[in-house]
């Protein structure tokens, strides 16, 4: 008759411990949601620096255009930016990560003289459940969007 005391604490059990193991289950894979974007996002900048690289110094004279500027450069400073966020030259379409935005993108030569070009991003990654976490009351809600900041250096060909 032990066992009739013992019915359905299995289920009150799996109802205290649910939502943590929930909380658990979604925080890992927003974790690694986010290490996929960061690093989709460093292969990006890569790969478009790479290009800049190649075609910033359109007149080959040793020296990179001062400032350097579409003018300058045959427009390599926007298609660099449209091939790092929709993966090609053309402006518009959607972008690779969502909400990565060609205003996100800075590039510039550092130090100036030296044909050493940064390619930098930063990205502002929000969760797929939502960019804040209630606290029930317990404290003040927490922002969970933070942003993914990368940068590549090249030297000009």
């Given at each position: 008759m ?8 299995a289920?009150v059990?799996?109802t205290?411990?649910?939502?943590l193991l929930l909380l ?10 986010a290490?996929?974007?960061?690093s989709t ?7 478009a620096a ?15 255009p ?5 003018a ?5 400073i926007t298609?660099?930016?449209?091939l790092?966020v929709y993966?090609n030259m053309a ?5 690779l ?5 060609t205003?996100d993108?800075?590039i ?6 030296s044909?050493?070009?940064v ?6 990654w ?5 960019d ?13 969007s933070?942003?993914l ?6 030297t000009a060909?």
């Amino acid at each position: 008759m032990h066992f009739l005391r013992q019915k359905g604490v299995a289920a009150v059990e799996l109802t205290i411990l649910l939502p943590l193991l929930l909380l658990i289950v979604f925080a890992t894979a927003e974790f690694g949601r986010a290490m996929y974007q960061y690093s989709t996002l460093t292969l990006l900048v890569r790969d478009a620096a790479r290009y800049l690289a190649g075609t910033a110094d359109t007149r080959q004279t040793g020296n990179l255009p001062n400032p350097l500027t579409d003018a300058g450069c045959g427009n390599c400073i926007t298609e660099t930016k449209n091939l790092l966020v929709y993966g090609n030259m053309a402006s518009g379409g959607t972008p690779l990560l969502n909400g990565l935005s060609t205003a996100d993108v800075t590039i510039l030569e550092s130090p100036a003289g030296s044909r050493r070009l940064v390619v930098s991003v930063s990205y502002n990654w929000q969760p797929l459940f939502g960019d804040s976490f209630n606290t029930f009351g317990l404290g003040d809600t927490l922002d969970l969007s933070f942003n993914l900041n990368t940068s590549y250096a090249v030297t000009a060909l």
